[in-house]
Every structure is written in structure tokens, then in C-alpha cells.
């Protein structure tokens, strides 16, 4: 591991996505919406996944210069087509759409079409902050996850994101996927050689299983609650809403439809919509309270959570949002620590696009 | 346990609302909604509630002659002072506002506040279908589940409900709590005299327990997921947006100041809102796109993951709503049981209100 400079990393990919023809405002977007991931520690979905953008683009199933259009439209709802755009893209596009019905009719609910990848579910949300509402952000996602009682990978990690605005204290702000787990926490069981916990995923026959490589021996990922007597069925509920508002709303692909983010996989050939599906949404809060006074019990609750008694061998009670916050302060100023392998990605496709990566790595701790 | 007829149920239910002084239409609905409990399976908020309320209206806890009022609104919006009814009365009254304001601006959002338990949540969801809309109903509820990593009781096990629509497929229902499992559950195990899985409860302390009564012994509740290694701050989350929505936006009681179902447990002196809290919203399906091929491609989707290979040892996979809609049928045709507690509860209440309690048990299978 490395620590580079979080700016210069977001300086970068907005260059690589310049490159790629991307207009630079929507270049800096999604550059901002990567760097984000990796700012607030989801490494799976930040800087380290750029390449895997370029790969798509190169295959021709991203559009660098899409033309995104409103296909229908209510005083609060809307549907765009992202015209393959990438979703770091389309979803903002989405979400300031969401936004400005909400100024008007109170809330904005936006669903996106033949869209791509959109990074952090949070990142999207976030943008309602700044204007006084909650901003809900969900999508659909490839295939990895099984319905409950099922060894057929049929839904997405499929996460659902809140984002809550507060007074003195800081946002309140969910980013979920509806799984157990995330993909990455199985590698880091890989790179340590350990077992996973049962109720993560099931191998290939749909049996409970502690091997942290069955998801690459054709198992699949559980919804959030593991089995059925652990309340796995919820989980598979809340993929399927977040699959199902995504994309049977917007005319997107669901379910087992939904084309692989990996470029090594081909899209399915029979299709049942246009690309991957968002949904998008934005609440003003004064639509219902007036906002100091919402945001005031905000803070109270989010003051009387935080004061619950800690569980025994526990120290403190957290708030969605308290994880990120507190590695965001680190690695803006320790740097974001980066696998030697996406080091050497990120030099090849600096080479690519003629965009130098000299990052010097920072000094961490 | 003796089966009673569910039509002879729900009126002998209206007649008890009734009696109670709420006017008939209201008294029809609240009963409408606890039979629908009953015919769906959760028999914890069925007619074996329904001496809960009347204890709650003997305390003036509860006021059978609401005078609601919509006391904000937008365009896509509206706050409900429920007058502190039936729970029962104000949340489908909260939803058909939902349905009206959808019909103009394309989606409806009710808060409600000052208002009592409200039954199961898929029933007032549930009333958007005809209208060709997806229905959304939450609420929160008296405290008894932990955040994680706390051994405070600080959340109601706070259900969310959605509601879709389909064409020949019945529709998708998803009614469930932000718990790993409800209340009843653990009671089904004390009756057995069997211990509770891990994952399902803590113990006073904040460990983990198998111990089937540790909330009578001042445990609590786990969100959805269990332990923190399980996923179970994503439950806590999930439960702590259903309190925020519900009673944050409206002006509603949050966290532990929620007041508490039960008779014997007096409200919190000290209160931050009005009541308990709903959230209710309305989706035009159409808001979207045509409700034609909204339809056709939830049957689809519907179709395709009932056809999702069942897992080793499983016979099927299920649809949410499936295992809801087949307790319906059978109940319908054998009678709702009851226990003889619930019948003699029953009984009383006939004679406290001059309504003869004179049900013969339905022969059932």
C-alpha cells in the first residue's frame, strides 16, 4: 500500500476522463464522485475502479458524450434516459433534476435508463444536503446475489443510500448495500487466507458456506440477513424494491439482465431494458416542517443515539454516517491508501491518455 | 386455539370501534385493517390486539372522534395532525390524501403525526394498488430495539411496507420489520419452551443471548442483521430512517420518547413530539411510465425469480406477498385461530360493550 495525495488522484482521473471525451464539467463530477468513494473508504468504488470504466468505454458500452434526455415527466417524478452515459455521470444529472421538482412540488423522484455504473450510492444523496432535503439514491447492479431459498444469482448488491440534514451536528447519512456484506470485505478474508462468517454467502448449491472464494466458485452473495431464520427474506425484499425501482420504473435491465460491470463479461443477449437502472430521489424538508425546526430534533436525535449506553466491551454508539466521516478527516490528510496493483493501472492509463501519474506518495501517520 | 370465522370477526371488530364511539365508516376501516392481520398471518396485530386499544381509549390515550387536519402541505406533500385517533383510521386517511396528491403530481408523501399504532403496514401500502400505484408505508413504533453496539432500547421495530403493482401476476408486497424478527416470534419459542437463535435478541447488557425471554428480562431487539459482523448497523439504519420519516418530518415522537403500546407502561412525561409518527407515500406508476408495460414487466420479473433455481433442499422460491396470500386463502376458508386468551379477551370486551361475543368455531381442514 501507498498513500497518494487524495486532490492530485482526483486531478488525475478528471484528466483520464477528459481523455476519454468527457465534457469537463461532467469529467470533474465524476472524478469528484470517485474520489469520494475512496475519501469516505470504499475502496472497491473509487480511483481503483477507473480502469475498469475506461475498459467499458473502449468496448463501446459507456458513452463518454452521451446526450441524456427526459423520456416523461410529472410535477415530481421523472424518467431519463442516460444515453449509456456513465452513471457517475447520469445519476448527478438525475439527482439535480430530483432537486429542482422538489423546489416546486415539494419532493423529485428521478428514474434513469441505459445508464452505467454510478459509484457510491452516497455520493448522490449527499447533493440534496446542501439545499435543506433528504436525498434518497438507489440502483441496481450485476447479478451476484441469490433470492432467499435460491442458488440463482438474480440480484445486485443493489444499495440504497439516505442522506439527512442536521443543524450543529453533521449529516446523517446511510450507504447500504442490501447484502450481508460487500464484495471487498471477501477479499480481505483472501489476502489474510481466513473464512468468511456463515450468512455471507452460500456456495454453488445454495448451501451455507465459510469458504471466502465460493463466490468465485459459483456461489453466491446473501441479502442482508444471511439465511431465512436470520431474516435473510428481508433482505432479499429490499434488493428486489431497489431492482424493481430502478428499473422496471425507468425501462432499464433487471434482475439476471442487468449487464456486468466487468468487461471480461459479456452483456446478456436477449435484453428486457436499456443499460442499468437508477433511482433518484430529493424531499424538502420544509415540505413538511419548517427546516431549522427539523434540523434541530436532527441534532437531538442524532445527540440522544449517539448517548444510548454503549453494549458490553463496546465504547461508543455510532451514527450513520460517523464511519466515513471520521476516515474521510484521515485521508484527506494522510493520503488514500492504494493497492501497488492500481498503482501500476493507474500508471498505464496515464500512458493511455497521455496523462502523466508521478503521484508522490504521501508521508501517512 | 379454536378457528373463527374472519367475516364474523371483522364485524363483531367494527361493532367493538363502534362502541368505542368511532363513527362507522372509521370503525369498518380500523377493523378492516386488523382482519386483514389476521388473514395475512400476523396474528400479533390481528383482533388479539384489539383490547389494546380499547385500554389505550379507557386511558384517554386514545381519542375514538379524531378531528384530522392537514396541517402543511406542497404540491406533492402533506403533514397529518391525526388528533391522536386510531392509528387504524389516521394512516389510510393519510394514504388516500397520498393517492390524491399522486393523481395530480405524480407521487404523494404523508407524514403523520399525534397519532396511535397503526397495525400492519402492508395494509395501508396496499390501498395504492387499485389505483395503479405503488404504495410506501412505514411507521415507528414503542422502543425496544437497540442500535448496534448499544444496549439501549431506543427504536420500535419500525416496519417498512411497499406495494407494487402487476398485471396477471399478483401484486409484489413486502411488509416487514427492520428487526431480524418480530416479537411474536420470540413468544412461539417461550411457548416451546426452546431457545432463540443468535442474532434474534441481546441480553440486558448488550451480549448475546439464545435466552427466549431476554426482553422481559431487560434485553432488546437486533436490527435486521443481527451483530455488526452479520450486518446488523444496516438494520439499525433502516430502523433509525423509519423514525426519522416518521416523526422527525411530521413532529411525531422519536427514539425512546415514542409512547408505548401497551396500557401498563405510562408515555414518557418529558415528550418531543405529538404521538406516534407514520410516513405514507403514493407512486403513480404512470408518473413513470405507461401502467401497461409497468405491469407486464413486473410480471416478468415476478415470473422469472419465482423460476430462479431453488437452493439445495429447497422446493421453491418465493415472491414477496406469496406466503402471506397463501395464509389468506386458507384462512378464509378455515376460520382465523385464536387463542383461548384472545377468545375470553374477546368475550369480555363483547360484554363491556353490549356486543355478544357468540362466535362457533369454523371445523377447519
Same mark, same amino acid.
Given at each position: 500500500?501507498?498513500? #497518494?495525495?487524495?486532490?492530485?488522484?482526483?486531478?488525475?482521473?478528471?484528466?483520464?476522463?477528459?481523455?476519454?471525451?468527457?465534457?469537463?464539467?461532467?469529467?470533474?463530477?465524476?472524478?469528484?464522485?470517485?474520489?469520494?468513494?475512496?475519501?469516505?473508504?470504499?475502496?472497491?468504488?473509487?480511483?481503483?475502479?477507473?480502469?475498469?470504466?475506461?475498459?467499458?468505454?473502449?468496448?463501446?458500452?459507456?458513452?463518454?458524450?452521451?446526450?441524456?434526455?427526459?423520456?416523461?415527466?410529472?410535477?415530481?417524478?421523472?424518467?431519463?434516459?442516460?444515453?449509456?452515459?456513465?452513471?457517475?455521470?447520469?445519476?448527478?444529472?438525475?439527482?439535480?433534476?430530483?432537486?429542482?421538482?422538489?423546489?416546486?412540488?415539494?419532493?423529485?423522484?428521478?428514474?434513469?435508463?441505459?445508464?452505467?455504473?454510478?459509484?457510491?450510492?452516497?455520493?448522490?444523496?449527499?447533493?440534496?444536503?446542501?439545499?435543506?432535503? #433528504?436525498?434518497?439514491?438507489?440502483?441496481?447492479?450485476?447479478?451476484?446475489?441469490?433470492?432467499?431459498?435460491?442458488?440463482?444469482?438474480?440480484?445486485?448488491?443493489?444499495?440504497?443510500?439516505?442522506? #439527512?440534514?442536521?443543524?450543529?451536528?453533521?449529516?446523517?447519512?446511510?450507504?447500504?448495500?442490501?447484502?450481508?456484506?460487500?464484495?471487498?470485505?471477501?477479499?480481505?478474508?483472501?489476502?489474510?487466507?481466513?473464512?468468511?462468517?456463515?450468512?455471507?454467502?452460500?456456495?454453488?448449491?445454495?448451501?451455507?458456506?465459510?469458504?471466502?472464494?465460493?463466490?468465485?466458485?459459483?456461489?453466491?452473495?446473501?441479502?442482508?440477513?444471511?439465511?431465512?431464520?436470520?431474516?435473510?427474506?428481508?433482505?432479499?425484499?429490499?434488493?428486489?424494491?431497489?431492482?424493481?425501482?430502478?428499473?422496471?420504473?425507468?425501462?432499464?435491465?433487471?434482475?439476471?439482465?442487468?449487464?456486468?460491470?466487468?468487461?471480461?463479461?459479456?452483456?446478456?443477449?436477449?435484453?428486457?431494458?436499456?443499460?442499468?437502472?437508477?433511482?433518484?430521489?430529493?424531499?424538502?424538508?420544509?415540505?413538511?416542517?419548517?427546516?431549522?425546526?427539523?434540523?434541530?430534533?436532527?441534532?437531538?436525535? #442524532?445527540?440522544?443515539?449517539?448517548?444510548?449506553?454503549?453494549?458490553?466491551?463496546?465504547?461508543?454508539?455510532?451514527?450513520?454516517?460517523?464511519?466515513?466521516?471520521?476516515?474521510?478527516?484521515?485521508?484527506?490528510?494522510?493520503?488514500?491508501?492504494?493497492?501497488?496493483?492500481?498503482?501500476?493501472?493507474?500508471?498505464?492509463?496515464?500512458?493511455?491518455?497521455?496523462?502523466?501519474?508521478?503521484?508522490?506518495?504521501?508521508?501517512?501517520?
Amino acid at each position: 500500500m501507498t498513500n #497518494i495525495d487524495s486532490a492530485y488522484l482526483k486531478e488525475f482521473t478528471s484528466r483520464i476522463f477528459t481523455g476519454m471525451g468527457c465534457p469537463a464539467t461532467e469529467a470533474e463530477t465524476a472524478a469528484e464522485c470517485l474520489n469520494q468513494a475512496d475519501l469516505r473508504g470504499v475502496d472497491s468504488h473509487g480511483v481503483a475502479r477507473l480502469s475498469g470504466y475506461v475498459r467499458l468505454w473502449e468496448l463501446k458500452r459507456l458513452n463518454a458524450t452521451p446526450i441524456m434526455k427526459i423520456i416523461h415527466e410529472t410535477p415530481s417524478t421523472a424518467v431519463l434516459d442516460g444515453d449509456l452515459g456513465l452513471g457517475l455521470v447520469t445519476a448527478p444529472h438525475a439527482m439535480q433534476i430530483a432537486i429542482e421538482k422538489a423546489r416546486i412540488a415539494g419532493t423529485g423522484w428521478v428514474a434513469v435508463q441505459n445508464s452505467n455504473h454510478y459509484g457510491i450510492a452516497g455520493f448522490h444523496a449527499m447533493m440534496a444536503l446542501q439545499h435543506d432535503m #433528504i436525498g434518497i439514491s438507489m440502483t441496481n447492479a450485476s447479478p451476484l446475489v441469490a433470492p432467499t431459498f435460491s442458488r440463482s444469482r438474480f440480484l445486485g448488491t443493489n444499495p440504497i443510500a439516505v442522506a #439527512i440534514p442536521a443543524l450543529n451536528q453533521p449529516p446523517f447519512i446511510i450507504d447500504m448495500a442490501t447484502t450481508t456484506v460487500a464484495n471487498g470485505k471477501l477479499e480481505v478474508l483472501q489476502r489474510k487466507g481466513q473464512d468468511a462468517p456463515l450468512g455471507w454467502t452460500q456456495d454453488k448449491d445454495g448451501n451455507p458456506t465459510t469458504d471466502a472464494y465460493s463466490l468465485k466458485k459459483g456461489g453466491s452473495m446473501l441479502p442482508l440477513g444471511g439465511d431465512r431464520e436470520h431474516g435473510g427474506h428481508k433482505g432479499y425484499c429490499l434488493g428486489a424494491m431497489v431492482d424493481i425501482f430502478s428499473a422496471v420504473l425507468s425501462g432499464a435491465n433487471y434482475g439476471p439482465w442487468v449487464p456486468p460491470f466487468v468487461s471480461f463479461l459479456e452483456p446478456p443477449t436477449h435484453q428486457v431494458g436499456n443499460g442499468i437502472g437508477h433511482f433518484l430521489g430529493a424531499i424538502r424538508v420544509d415540505a413538511f416542517r419548517p427546516a431549522s425546526e427539523f434540523k434541530e430534533h436532527m441534532d437531538n436525535w #442524532i445527540q440522544t443515539f449517539r448517548n444510548a449506553e454503549p453494549a458490553s466491551g463496546q465504547e461508543r454508539v455510532l451514527i450513520p454516517g460517523d464511519p466515513e466521516r471520521e476516515i474521510t478527516a484521515d485521508r484527506l490528510k494522510n493520503g488514500i491508501p492504494l493497492h501497488e496493483q492500481v498503482i501500476k493501472d493507474l500508471e498505464e492509463l496515464g500512458k493511455k491518455f497521455g496523462v502523466d501519474f508521478h503521484a508522490t506518495p504521501v508521508n501517512p501517520y
